[in-house]
């Protein structure tokens, strides 16, 4: 690359004297043509102009020469910008097959550590397998001296055998022997055959009646024996059943003793309940005195235990008892009532109204009472209520349970 710097540089030198030099030229050549027409010829400058005539061809053969030189120094550098282009279109490639390599070379180094992994994982099953190999050998070896010890044993069982034939044909020598001995026997015996034949006969008849009969008495005893194992399992079985079943008769009478003694128990339990709303009348008060309150509505009064006429309710047992009242009004002022316990105040619940309009106030209570305590509300004086038809105060109550 300096070569190529050095040359261009020298190029561009040579191209800027040559133009220098044709600039010149050409400024000599027109000062000449014009000194010509104007001013008179003499000896010394038809020298000159001689002299100058045989100059300016050469100049121009130079410049031709330099703009040739240049013209081919321009091509040269054309020629090395393309190699140089080339150069740098390979450079780049090469440059991308590098960065492709480095890719192959890490997807490599990724592969060899897997490889590598697997290597451990094979050498790890092959030292399992070595260990399980060395055992199976051992148990080839076992094997081995089972097998010995068993052809040792076939050994000697050929021993046995052949000692055995050789006792068996002694054995069927004298058989062969006995044999004919008893042919002879049989012929001997062959009257007393006959003469005994008929007996024999009677007797076989008998014998063959007799082995029935005891055929069938056994298959009897077998079958009463497994009649009686078999009655004496569904004895127990009856036996057990009896148990369970007097268990679940007690245990029934018990439930049903129980179902009934709750019957009753519920039956004589009281039940008590009631629901009122004080009237339709619209305005309750003020008075001047306290007035006790009569709710003449009655929805509920389950025990009759509410009085609608006198505002009463009495307590008909001991127990303890939920009771609810509400209050409404529609006027300003004050708005409230007590709540007494045969003449014991309870409660009292009241509320100042600045404006016309409805609200309400609701309290509850739950009091231990006993057989005949009257619970009452009374009207504060100077303090009005408001009911209609959409009963606005009402006052309820309900027996929790007994004491």
Same mark, same amino acid.
């Given at each position: 690359? #300096? @070569?190529?710097?050095?040359?261009?540089?020298? &190029?561009?030198?040579?191209?800027?004297?040559?133009?220098q030099?044709?600039?010149?030229?050409?400024?000599q050549?027109?000062?000449?043509?014009?000194?010509?027409e104007?001013? /008179? #010829?003499?000896a010394?400058?038809?020298?000159?102009? $001689?002299?100058?005539? =045989?100059?300016? /061809?050469?100049?121009?053969?130079?410049?031709?020469?330099?703009?040739?030189? @240049?013209?081919?120094?321009?091509? *040269?550098?054309?020629?090395?910008?393309r190699?140089?282009?080339?150069q740098?279109? %390979?450079?780049?490639?090469?440059?991308?097959?590098?960065?492709?390599?480095?890719? !192959? +070379?890490?997807?490599?180094?990724?592969?060899?550590?897997?490889?590598?992994?697997?290597?451990?994982l094979?050498?790890? %099953?092959?030292?399992? &397998?070595e260990?399980? +190999?060395?055992?199976?050998?051992?148990?080839?070896?076992?094997?081995?001296?089972?097998?010995?010890?068993? !052809? $040792?044993?076939s050994?000697?069982?050929?021993?046995?055998?052949?000692d055995?034939?050789?006792?068996?044909s002694?054995?069927?020598?004298?058989?062969?022997?006995?044999?004919?001995?008893?042919? =002879?026997?049989? %012929?001997? +015996?062959?009257?007393?055959?006959?003469?005994?034949?008929?007996?024999?006969?009677?007797?076989?008849?008998?014998?063959? #009646?007799?082995?029935?009969?005891? %055929?069938?008495?056994a298959?009897?005893?077998?079958?009463?024996?497994?009649?009686?194992?078999?009655?004496?399992?569904?004895?127990?079985?009856?036996?057990?059943?009896?148990?369970?079943?007097?268990? $679940?008769?007690?245990?029934?009478? &018990?439930s049903?003793?129980?179902?009934?003694?709750?019957?009753?128990?519920?039956?004589?339990?009281?039940? @008590?309940?009631f629901?009122?709303? &004080?009237?339709?009348?619209?305005?309750?008060?003020?008075?001047?005195?306290?007035?006790?309150?009569?709710?003449?509505?009655?929805?509920?009064?389950?025990?009759?235990?509410? +009085?609608?006429?006198?505002? *009463? *309710?009495?307590?008909p047992?001991?127990?303890?008892?939920?009771?609810?009242?509400?209050?409404?009004?529609? #006027?300003?002022?004050?708005?409230?009532?007590?709540?007494?316990?045969?003449?014991?105040?309870?409660? *009292?619940?009241?509320?100042?109204?600045? !404006?016309?309009?409805?609200?309400?106030?609701?309290?509850?209570?739950?009091l231990?009472?006993?057989?005949?305590?009257?619970?009452?509300? @009374?009207? /504060?004086?100077?303090?009005?209520?408001?009911?209609?038809?959409?009963?606005?105060?009402?006052?309820?109550?309900?027996?929790?349970?007994?004491?």
């Amino acid at each position: 690359m #300096r @070569v190529v710097v050095g040359l261009l540089l020298l &190029l561009l030198a040579l191209c800027g004297s040559g133009a220098q030099g044709e600039g010149g030229g050409l400024g000599q050549v027109g000062e000449i043509s014009e000194f010509q027409e104007t001013a /008179p #010829r003499d000896a010394a400058e038809e020298s000159a102009e $001689s002299t100058t005539k =045989q100059t300016t /061809p050469d100049i121009w053969a130079e410049v031709r020469a330099l703009r040739d030189m @240049v013209v081919e120094l321009k091509v *040269f550098v054309q020629l090395l910008q393309r190699e140089n282009s080339d150069q740098e279109m %390979r450079l780049t490639a090469t440059e991308s097959k590098t960065t492709d390599l480095e890719k !192959e +070379n890490a997807d490599l180094q990724t592969r060899l550590s897997s490889s590598e992994s697997e290597l451990l994982l094979s050498k790890c %099953r092959i030292d399992q &397998l070595e260990r399980e +190999n060395a055992v199976q050998a051992t148990d080839l070896t076992s094997l081995g001296t089972r097998l010995t010890a068993t !052809e $040792s044993k076939s050994s000697d069982l050929e021993k046995e055998n052949a000692d055995l034939q050789t006792r068996l044909s002694s054995s069927e020598s004298e058989l062969l022997l006995s044999k004919s001995r008893i042919d =002879q026997l049989e %012929r001997e +015996n062959a009257d007393l055959q006959t003469r005994l034949s008929s007996s024999e006969s009677e007797l076989l008849l008998s014998k063959s #009646r007799i082995d029935q009969l005891e %055929r069938e008495n056994a298959d009897h005893e077998t079958r009463l024996t497994a009649t009686e194992s078999k009655s004496s399992d569904l004895e127990k079985e009856t036996a057990d059943l009896q148990t369970r079943l007097s268990s $679940s008769e007690s245990e029934l009478l &018990l439930s049903k003793s129980r179902i009934d003694q709750l019957e009753r128990e519920n039956a004589e339990r009281p039940k @008590v309940a009631f629901y009122t709303a &004080l009237t339709d009348a619209g305005h309750v008060g003020p008075y001047s005195t306290d007035i006790t309150l009569k709710y003449s509505k009655v929805f509920t009064n389950i025990g009759n235990a509410y +009085n609608p006429a006198t505002g *009463f *309710f009495t307590a008909p047992v001991k127990g303890v008892y939920y009771l609810q009242f509400s209050v409404c009004s529609n #006027r300003t002022g004050y708005m409230g009532v007590y709540v007494y316990k045969n003449n014991q105040l309870i409660m *009292f619940n009241d509320e100042g109204k600045e !404006e016309v309009g409805l609200e309400y106030l609701t309290k509850s209570v739950v009091l231990e009472l006993k057989a005949g305590d009257e619970i009452y509300l @009374v009207l /504060p004086s100077d303090y009005s209520l408001y009911d209609s038809p959409h009963n606005h105060n009402t006052f309820s109550g309900s027996l929790l349970f007994t004491l």
